[in-house]
């Protein structure tokens, strides 16, 4: 493998935890790489193929955006299928048995609500405003958070 700041060019022989153990220090960082790069774990990797490496604050970064994706698209399966199901003649004929009226359907659409849950996720990191405010790149590692403090001092 050849090594390039946050590249990697795979060589025969290498393998995502052989990349991450070399590149990492630690070769469960697999599945992130795999993540990050749209791997498909079930192929073999591609000789000479270029993969991204990320350091551990833009993986993190990376992996949560993706939950957040993640679970926003399955909230909005979960809305439409219940929605789906509570437009239903036999929902509609249950609701008006039991007593179930659309102020009673709106709480059961609240209460499934996920979207919030992706929130937490997506937020930006304390380091990420920072350099945002500061109009540094995420990519650029080379300059710690505790070091950008001096610049605006």
């Known amino acids: 493998?050849?090594?390039?700041?946050?590249?990697?060019?795979?060589?025969?022989?290498?393998?995502?935890?052989?990349?991450?153990?070399?590149?990492?220090?630690?070769s469960s960082g697999w599945r992130d790489i795999a993540t990050i790069n749209d791997i498909d774990i079930f192929k073999a990797l591609e000789i000479g193929q270029n993969l991204t490496v990320p350091n551990k604050q833009t993986a993190e970064r990376k992996l949560k955006n993706l939950g957040a994706e993640s679970i926003l698209s399955v909230n909005e399966t979960v809305q439409t299928r219940v929605k789906e199901i509570l437009d239903s003649r036999e929902a509609k004929i249950i609701s008006k048995l039991i007593?179930?009226?659309?102020?009673?359907?709106?709480?059961?659409?609240?209460?499934?609500?996920?979207?919030?849950?992706?929130?937490?996720?997506?937020?930006?990191?304390?380091?990420?405003?920072?350099?945002?405010?500061?109009?540094?790149?995420?990519?650029?590692?080379?300059?710690?958070?505790?070091?950008?403090?001096?610049?605006?001092?």
Not at 4 to 16: M, R
Not at 131 to 142: G, M, Q
């Open 1 to 26: 493998m050849s090594i390039l700041p946050n590249k990697i060019n795979v060589q025969v022989g290498d393998s995502l935890s052989k990349i991450a153990y070399e590149v990492l220090g630690d």
């Open 99 to 153: 007593g179930f009226d659309n102020k009673d359907r709106e709480q059961l659409l609240k209460d499934l609500d996920l979207s919030s849950l992706s929130k937490g996720l997506a937020t930006p990191t304390k380091e990420e405003r920072l350099r945002k405010a500061l109009n540094i790149e995420n990519n650029n590692t080379d300059t710690p958070a505790w070091n950008l403090i001096s610049w605006i001092l």
